[in-house]
């Protein structure tokens, strides 16, 4: 499988404090990867710091066998990477659909946006049902989808999901993880997965890395991993 997503040598941090420490990792066209570890390991961090939110002090990320735009989010979005960021980032005060057309802002293809559209609302038949409603009466879960179908606009190759399960009833956290194995089956989408529940996150990889203090301190299998959880998590 060829490299969609090639990270080496990555440190970003923020002020004086430095969070992340030489990562390096990859992903393939069209895989699902697990990024897994405790909290403040360094995990969001190195999701911004791919996107260009946050500028890289060292390193280098090749997206698409090309040098990405550090520190250019815009650009980085233009290239084909996503991220629905950890508290969903939707806009309460606009509608299912504004919010959805807000997130092909980078394109001009008016045919395109709207099959777009049509694919998204197929994915998630409760926002076709609502898609004049304001967002910010919806329910946690719905709001999420909303997050996804907003990063889905932009057609990416590479989608960054930040802990889309977080703050969410077991039910729906089913729902909206099982919606990104079907985006990544219907899209070809790639996909890194940061999430707390790491049976979920490890059953939907194809590989996971582990990170502890701004490292990379694992890579195997996912279903390695999950076969194993009991005798490895505790350590990191």
Do not use: C
């Not at 990859?26 to 990867?33: K, L, N, T």
């Not at 190195?46 to 815009?74: C, E, H, Y």
């Not at 089913?174 to 997965?193: D, S």
């Amino acid at each position: 499988m060829a490299a969609l997503l090639e990270v080496e040598g990555l440190e970003a941090g923020y002020g004086k404090k430095t969070v992340l420490q030489g990562v390096s990792f990859r992903v393939d066209e069209g895989e699902v990867v697990a990024l897994l570890g405790h909290n403040g390991a360094g995990k969001s961090t190195t999701l911004k710091t791919i996107l260009g939110l946050l500028p890289a002090r060292s390193g280098q990320v090749r997206f698409g066998g090309q040098m990405w735009a550090n520190g250019d989010p815009a650009e980085n979005v233009r290239r084909g990477i996503a991220l629905v960021p950890q508290g969903r980032g939707v806009f309460p005060d606009l509608t299912v659909v504004e919010n959805l057309a807000l997130g092909a802002y980078t394109q001009a293809d008016r045919a395109g946006i709207n099959r777009r559209m049509s694919e998204i609302l197929e994915l998630f038949p409760i926002l076709a049902e609502r898609r004049d409603q304001l967002v910010g009466t919806m329910s946690g879960g719905q709001q999420q989808m909303v997050a996804v179908g907003t990063a889905l606009m932009q057609q990416p190759r590479l989608m960054m999901m930040d802990e889309p399960s977080i703050g969410l009833a077991p039910v729906l956290v089913q729902r909206v993880l099982e919606t990104a194995v079907e985006i990544n089956r219907r899209f070809g989408t790639a996909i890194v997965l940061v999430e707390q529940n790491i049976r979920t996150a490890l059953g939907m990889a194809r590989r996971a890395y582990v990170m502890k203090s701004g490292r990379i301190v694992l890579e195997k299998p996912a279903a390695l991993l999950l076969a194993a959880k009991d005798s490895w998590w505790e350590l990191y």
